[in-house]
DNA sequence: CCTACCGATCGGTAGG
DNA sequence: CCTACCGATCGGTAGG
């Protein structure tokens, strides 16, 4: 992180200024969700800058509150970690599981498979997955141990996809290493895709599809 | 960055113990090279730590100097990041518009290209290209944009080879997203590939070229 | 390239 | 949840 060299001293504690306004009407119910608060908070300034690049003033900042305060609800800067990680994954699963429910021709679940990823891998408000992606380095042995269980039934909905789609002859292979290549490729977009260009998440899951699978014929 | 609670105080700067044996023999034309050993030892921190998490002291104590020393080499840490990330880039550039100079059949090309990018991305020495990849962010905009000509023409070469693959009835869609899939799903490797697993890079070659353009037939 | 150091920042805490 | 603060660490530098 780069060191700025501000010449004018840091005014005296004592007669720091408090931000203008803060405008918090506290309505019942309110004070549970500042927990969610900072949990949405971080998840977006980790996607956007790395767990370490985003300091736990930054994330005070972005719900507003005071630099020590987030310690009221969590102890730890990693706990946060683990709070965006684990909640992301299980509204990423909730939403993987539900295409499997659904009972579609092989072709179908899978664009709906892609579909429904796209959604909480690239779409505005979700940053979990991302954060999960990139952020994996950062998270200590012991957190990392807590979510491989969810990760792996992540994977199982995955896996059973690509092996019904051999099954229906759209795919050559379906080993481990066939579900990571097309996972890898989707999970990849964090890097590239723009939320602000001109390639939707519809048109984006139609051609990942076409791609893997071949255009439909008729 | 997790904080440790050291009980005992650090000694006075004067009787710091210096390490025990640091055997350097001084050979003529070494001294140039202690420059290139930061790159590849910075390489290697960023690439299993990231960026942030590696202090400018880790990477000194990796080649045996002390913690101010890189700075005789380079001005800042993001010099040290822009280093390794051109150096690695020039060299997986030559690797692959190498492939392209030999002028083999789609399938046979495609297959050389891969194998020389899992070369300079998973095999052990060659940490560069995952540290472009994953600390992407750290870079400042100044370097990135320093850097993205060469990506550029990294580009080039994939696009072109996909081309010649639909040209020849291997793939469906030669667009720059059938190329952004394709080098996706194989840098995406970086994060889950075991260089001690049972995976070697020949076998995961292969099995990445069946799966994207199905298996030869005899 | 080392010694000795600085200023700034950061995660976290005590007490209210 | 805020105030006021601490200890540690970190990037970087002056001078040799």
Same mark, same amino acid.
């Given at each position: 992180?780069?060191?700025?060299?501000?010449?004018?001293?840091?005014?005296?504690?004592?007669?720091?200024?408090?931000?203008?306004?803060?405008?918090?009407?506290?309505?019942?119910?309110?004070?549970?969700?500042?927990?969610?608060?900072?949990?949405?908070?971080?998840?977006?300034?980790?996607?956007?800058?790395?767990?370490?690049?985003?300091?736990?003033?930054?994330?005070?900042?972005?719900?507003?509150?005071?630099?020590?305060?987030?310690?009221?609800?969590?102890?730890?800067?990693?706990?946060?970690?683990?709070? &965006? @990680?684990? $909640?992301?994954?299980? +509204? /990423? =699963?909730?939403?993987?599981?539900?295409? %499997? *429910?659904?009972? !579609?021709?092989?072709?179908?679940?899978?664009?709906?498979?892609?579909?429904?990823?796209?959604?909480?891998?690239?779409?505005?408000?979700?940053?979990?997955?991302?954060?999960?992606?990139?952020?994996?380095?950062?998270?200590?042995?012991?957190?990392?141990?807590?979510?491989?269980?969810?990760?792996?039934?992540?994977?199982?909905?995955?896996?059973? &996809? @690509?092996? $019904?789609?051999?099954? +229906? /002859? =759209?795919?050559?292979?379906?080993?481990? %290493? *066939?579900?990571? !290549?097309?996972?890898?490729?989707?999970?990849?977009?964090?890097?590239?895709?723009?939320?602000?260009?001109?390639?939707?998440?519809?048109?984006?899951?139609?051609?990942?599809?076409?791609?893997?699978?071949?255009?439909?014929?008729?």
């Amino acid at each position: 992180m780069q060191q700025k060299r501000i010449d004018r001293r840091r005014p005296p504690a004592r007669t720091r200024i408090r931000p203008a306004v803060r405008p918090r009407v506290r309505v019942a119910g309110d004070e549970a969700n500042r927990r969610g608060d900072i949990v949405r908070a971080a998840a977006r300034l980790f996607r956007e800058r790395g767990f370490d690049a985003t300091t736990v003033r930054d994330i005070a900042k972005a719900v507003g509150m005071r630099s020590g305060s987030p310690f009221y609800h969590f102890e730890t800067k990693q706990d946060i970690l683990l709070a &965006v @990680v684990e $909640e992301g994954l299980a +509204a /990423g =699963l909730d939403a993987t599981e539900g295409v %499997l *429910a659904e009972r !579609l021709p092989p072709r179908e679940k899978f664009h709906a498979l892609v579909r429904a990823h796209l959604e909480i891998l690239l779409d505005e408000g979700h940053d979990f997955i991302p954060v999960l992606l990139y952020d994996w380095r950062s998270l200590t042995r012991e957190n990392r141990a807590k979510i491989v269980a969810l990760k792996d039934r992540y994977d199982a909905v995955w896996q059973q &996809v @690509v092996r $019904e789609l051999k099954r +229906a /002859g =759209l795919l050559h292979i379906d080993s481990p %290493l *066939a579900r990571l !290549l097309v996972l890898g490729a989707i999970n990849f977009m964090a890097t590239w895709y723009r939320r602000d260009g001109a390639l939707g998440l519809d048109a984006l899951a139609d051609q990942t599809v076409d791609f893997f699978l071949g255009p439909t014929k008729r």
